[in-house]
């Protein structure tokens, strides 16, 4: 079976390298075995294709350095100093010696001497999301991580575990409302505030709130339901994709200013580490610019701010970084809320959390899980068993390769490897270069 394939996000041959000694560090580890995997997971007709791919990258490092120039190029001028040609050179030189292409070097402010001088410590999605990950899948972990999923199964094996999350008010699949997951007894809503997400959605899409007042729903899309009506409206929508209902949480009354009206979460990422147990790596705290939004995400307009891990504290806020956007502010451009420095309630509460919700989920190397800080303490919203790299990198504008994540994910991904290799030896085939 092939690692998932993202080559699309990789349109230069740092595959080519795959032989070449690597630098010593924990992020060349993990560069290295991502490019000899992709190899060593293709036969020959895979492998000509991949060469052919390659082929392609000087067409495709011009276009997407015309293209994210020509919209950032100016804007980067002005704010860091870096003339549009040294722009131009610096993304072609980063995209063909470390594999890092147009997007991401706006995004990761390569264009800054102290970031471009460490390119190579950054983890990129291609590497890490659906490839690497998928290694560890396959080879380390002992389940397929459903409950992660699957956002009603996640919810009940929270429960069992004793672990908060929103309460489940209902499930909707194939035209009909039932308890939960697990229970097929019909069900009614209650007259308070409702979050509708997809069971399988990414992103915040398809999600919907509705505030419950003067006996109906007012629903974010600008309906106004009763509960029939909303019963009705939830049962066609889940006949193409099944749903949860959950009720509204609010965030803590210390940090309800920086939210714009949408539940505000702390993006998680907990490892497993050398010793079996699990530790915080890193955080971001997302927030809505907007109160027309459902969700904090920066794929949905959003913002978010690096938080230390021992603290608490937030520093300034930024979007994806990857179109002239608002840069880096100390407070909500919109609402004037100030962020920068403010320490979030309850913090060692989220991570003994974190901590705790790995533990019953063991089979996972890494996990991001998306907390809200309410006034009762945090809750568990999601968790994601396959955590995006490049939000983080972002907010903290330094690479994971060069912190506690890259030197726990090399560590995994060095003996899943050596694992596999010593299993198929057993079995008769010889390991691979």
């Known amino acids: 079976m092939v690692i998932g394939d993202d080559t699309l996000y990789c349109p230069v041959p740092p595959v080519l390298w795959a032989g070449r000694p690597g630098d010593g560090s924990r992020a060349g580890a993990i560069h290295k075995a991502y490019a000899r995997e992709m190899w060593r997971e293709r036969d020959l007709t895979g492998r000509i294709g991949l060469a052919a791919h390659c082929l392609l990258a000087p067409v495709a490092i011009g276009c997407a350095t015309a293209y994210f ?4 190029g100016r804007t980067v001028r002005r704010r860091a100093g870096r003339s549009i040609s ?18 991401w070097y706006y995004m990761f402010e390569l264009y800054r001497d102290a970031n ?14 659906r490839n690497l990950y998928e290694l560890l899948k396959r080879h380390w972990e002992k389940t397929d991580g459903q409950p992660l999923n699957n956002k009603a199964l996640f919810a009940e094996h929270c429960a069992r575990h ?21 229970d097929a007894a019909a069900v009614r809503l209650p007259p308070a505030d409702l979050f509708v997400k997809p069971m399988r959605g990414k992103g915040g899409r398809d999600t919907l709130r509705a505030r419950w007042a003067d006996g109906q729903y007012a629903v974010s899309d600008g309906a106004a339901l009763s509960e029939d009506e909303m019963i009705e409206r939830l049962a066609a929508l889940s006949r193409e994709n099944p749903l949860l209902v959950q009720g509204c949480l609010t965030n803590h009354r210390d940090i309800l200013d920086l939210t714009a009206g949408a539940l505000s979460c702390v993006r998680t ?27 904090d995400g920066l794929h949905r307009g959003g913002l978010a701010s690096k938080v230390d891990i021992r603290t608490g504290t937030l520093g300034p806020a930024t979007d994806l970084g990857m179109m002239p956007g608002i840069g880096w502010c100390d407070a909500n451009p919109n609402s004037g809320v100030p962020i920068a420095g403010r320490v979030l309630p309850r913090w ?11 533990a019953a989920f063991p089979w996972k ?16 919203v999601e968790g994601n068993g396959s955590p995006c790299v490049d939000i983080i ?8 390769g060069a912190q506690r994540f890259g030197e726990l994910l090399a560590w995994h991904v060095e003996r899943a490897i050596e694992a596999r290799d010593q299993a198929e030896q057993v079995a008769g085939r010889p390991a691979e270069a």
């Open 162 to 182: 004793g672990l908060p999350t929103p309460e489940t008010v209902a499930v909707a699949e194939n035209g009909r409302l039932r308890a939960s997951w697990s």
């Open 116 to 129: 471009r001088a460490q390119a190579g410590a950054f983890l990129m999605r291609y590497e890490t999301k």
């Open 348 to 358: 060692h509460d989220l991570v003994a959390l974190a901590e705790r919700a790995h």
């Open 269 to 295: 990422v907990t490892c497993r580490n050398e010793t079996g147990g699990f530790e915080v790596t890193n955080a971001a705290f997302r927030m809505a610019m907007r109160d027309d939004t459902t969700v």
């Open 393 to 400: 990198q972002r907010v903290e504008c330094a690479p994971m």
């Open 86 to 103: 040294g722009q131009v050179i610096d993304q072609v030189a980063l995209a063909w010696r470390h594999g890092v292409w147009s997007p």
């Open 69 to 72: 120039t020509w919209h950032n």
């Open 365 to 380: 190397v890494a996990v991001g899980w998306d907390i809200a800080i309410t006034d009762a303490g945090p809750v568990l």
